[in-house]
């Protein structure tokens, strides 16, 4: 079923309309953009590309809108609704234009300032490498691996928020920066690796490691198995019990006075 022309004229001067409501949004956005203080790079760019989208939408309804009129007249009004469109388009083309380049004179020198930054890092890492090269011992050694420790907590957070900016100015990996943040990176693995060794070869024995101050020695016993059969159960429990009972009453009964009173009694009659 043929549509009726009429309509059809409608419904494209309508998606048409939507267009130029979508172009008016970009020169809106860019309103605000021109008087930011925090601009990034993806933004005129996004903006150019849904620029380029529309403007071929636009010219697709709008050609439509012109196979569907015969009269003169309107044929010359929609070559006036034609002009203002490519006149508006020039237009925030331009701006996008202006507003990249001032992007670009805002932040020319923040690579420079990231370069400082990574330096100092840089003399911070060789820090702490030198001071975990030449450590006191006892506890001192341990108080300044600490210390040590936290500042390169530091370093890595300033590591990670100099990254953060990089790809805002999207620095390659390759370049100087890049090449140089990696680097400081990967420092920072291997010493707090080689921190976290130096700490543990410094710290004290674990309680487990050290001898029991009372100087009980457990007998070393064979524990039997039990067969499974019930009326074996008694003998396999005395089994088990009997000798951790009579050892420890036999260290009771040693601990007792009356076993130096032989010695004592030989030693009175020796005299």
Request: proline residues 5%; contains cysteine; charged residues 30%.
């Amino acid at each position: 079923m043929t549509e009726d022309p009429v309509r059809a004229l409608s419904n494209r001067k309508k998606k048409r309309g939507i267009v130029k409501a979508s172009l008016t949004r970009i020169s809106n956005r860019l309103d605000v953009l021109e008087h930011s203080t925090d601009l990034s790079s993806e933004e005129p760019r996004r903006l150019t590309t849904r620029l380029e989208s529309l403007v071929a939408e636009f010219k697709v309804h709008h050609y439509a809108v012109i196979d569907l009129i015969d009269d003169e007249a309107e044929l010359e009004a929609q070559q006036t609704i034609l002009d203002e469109h490519d006149d508006f388009v020039a237009a925030l083309t331009s701006r996008l234009e202006n507003l990249a380049t001032i992007f670009l004179s805002r932040n020319s020198s923040e690579p420079k300032k990231a370069l400082k930054r990574l330096k100092n890092l840089e003399r911070g890492l060789k820090a702490v490498q030198d001071g975990t090269s030449a450590l006191p011992t006892g506890e001192d050694g341990i108080c300044l691996l600490q210390q040590y420790t936290e500042q390169l907590t530091e370093i890595k957070a300033e590591s990670t928020d100099i990254r953060r900016s990089l790809l805002t100015f999207e620095v390659e990996d390759d370049s100087e920066l890049g090449l140089l943040l990696n680097h400081i990176e990967r420092n920072i693995f291997d010493l707090s690796l080689a921190i976290k060794k130096l700490l543990r070869a410094h710290d004290p024995p674990s309680i487990s490691s050290r001898p029991d101050p009372s100087g009980v020695k457990l007998p070393k016993l064979d524990v039997p198995t039990f067969d499974g059969n019930i009326l074996n159960w008694k003998t396999f429990g005395n089994n088990l019990m009997y000798p951790c009972i009579l050892e420890l009453t036999l260290q009771t009964l040693r601990s007792l006075p009356i076993y130096a009173m032989p010695s004592r009694m030989g030693v009175l009659r020796h005299r």
